[in-house]
């Protein structure tokens, strides 16, 4: 389908001009229109500031949306597919948010909606992931989504440095955002999660209701106790289902130094997916960047004939799955009946879910609460 496609790109950003240089580069695929924020920004003939001169066009057949944000992101993509456009989307927030109300659209206007650059940039993960459920049923997924936190983290492990340090230092490269609350608080990494349980098991649940714990509290002395442990401490999403009940979490992990995840490094992303018959598969890359998210969404593009679809449904209440914690800076009183062993600068927990973890944290005096799930 890719030669002689007709393209309208709705933002022109970090991704959008990534994905323009790829298509511009290839000559097969016209870029009809570019939507521009403000009309000072329309600097090109095929630039409008006008969204309705593309979501009406019928010359258009898909639209690539990289604009990011809930609205007008998410009325757009329902209007292009209502006006018989695919879509290909890099907008996890939205997506992860609107999935249920967009894949019913997919499924009754008989459109596509690709999202591969979403999660985990150029890997590729959900194409991975629809790839083994060709033959098996995913059973459990637990990975690396966020780059901005895996780059904090392995600068604070290699220097010794503390979180506000390495965070500075990363705004300062570019690898954080001015407010980089979507990140280190895990939100990001939770809408990633989201998604990938759509492709996984096409089960999916509010955004709101997955239990989220991010690393802004996190302190050297905590990846000092992982390593005389022999861990490292990685921003880990981890969901399950067993046919029954999904489960999903975003939490600080404590891996095992051989564990796959203990060598991804710096911005980059790592997962890994359990399946029937293919058992443990590990995958790693380049989770965002210009380039990288853009190739992804030009694979989108080119695939939009390709039989994958996801048929997701709402998970209802997700199921609480237990887990050792390792607790710093939080009152011991209202910890007390989870507490396992008290070593003076934190506490181990008994077995115990996130979303009960989470009711009876309540920080010491001064301190930021810093929570990590020792893995078993
Ligand atoms: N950056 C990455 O590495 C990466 C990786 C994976 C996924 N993503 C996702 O990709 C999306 C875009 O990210 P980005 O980094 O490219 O962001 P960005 O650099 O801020 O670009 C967003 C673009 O969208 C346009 N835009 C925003 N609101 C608009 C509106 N109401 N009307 C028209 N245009 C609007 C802006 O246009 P103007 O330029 O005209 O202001 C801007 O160029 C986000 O959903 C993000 O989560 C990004």
Known sequence: MAPGLRVGLLGYGVVGRGVAQILDARGDVEIRKILRHTPDKVTEARM????????????????????????????????AMQAGKHVVTANKKMLATHIIEIAAACETLDKKCRFEACVGGGIPWIHEI???????????????????????????????ASFAEVLAQAQAMGFAEQDPTDDVDGFDAR????????????????????????????????????????????????????GG????????????????????????????????TLGRSFYAGQGAGSLPTAHAMVQDLLSIPH???????????????????????????PLAELTAQDTGAAILTKPVSLQELKEHLVPEEGQKVFAAEIES
Not at 221 to 234: E, P, Q, T
Not at 252 to 274: I, Q, W, Y
Not at 307 to 330: E, F, M, N
Request: net charge negative; with cysteine.
């Open 307 to 333: 039989p994958y679809s996801i048929d997701v449904h709402p998970s209802g209440k997700l199921a609480k799955r237990p887990a050792v914690y390792y607790v710093r800076g939080a009152k011991r009183g």
């Open 48 to 79: 409008t500031a006008n969204a309705d001169e593309i979501l009406d066009d019928p010359d258009i057949d898909v639209i690539i949306e990289c604009m990011g944000g809930l609205e007008p992101a998410h009325t757009y993509v329902m209007r």
């Open 130 to 160: 629809l790839h083994i459920r060709r033959i098996d049923a995913v059973t459990s997924f637990r990975g690396i989504f966020n780059g901005t936190t895996n780059y904090i983290l392995t600068r604070m492990t290699e220097e010794h």
């Open 191 to 242: 809408y990633k999660g989201v998604l990938t349980c759509a492709a996984a098991f096409g089960r999916v649940p509010d955004p709101e209701e997955v239990p989220t714990f991010g690393i802004r509290g996190i302190a050297p002395c905590d990846l000092d106790y992982a390593r005389v442990h022999g861990r490292v401490i990685k921003l880990v999403a981890r969901g399950s289902f067993d």
């Open 245 to 276: 009940r999904l489960a999903l979490t975003v939490v600080p992990t404590m891996v095992r130094e051989k564990d796959p995840l203990a060598s991804v490094h710096d911005n980059f992303n790592g997962m890994e997916a359990e399946s029937t």
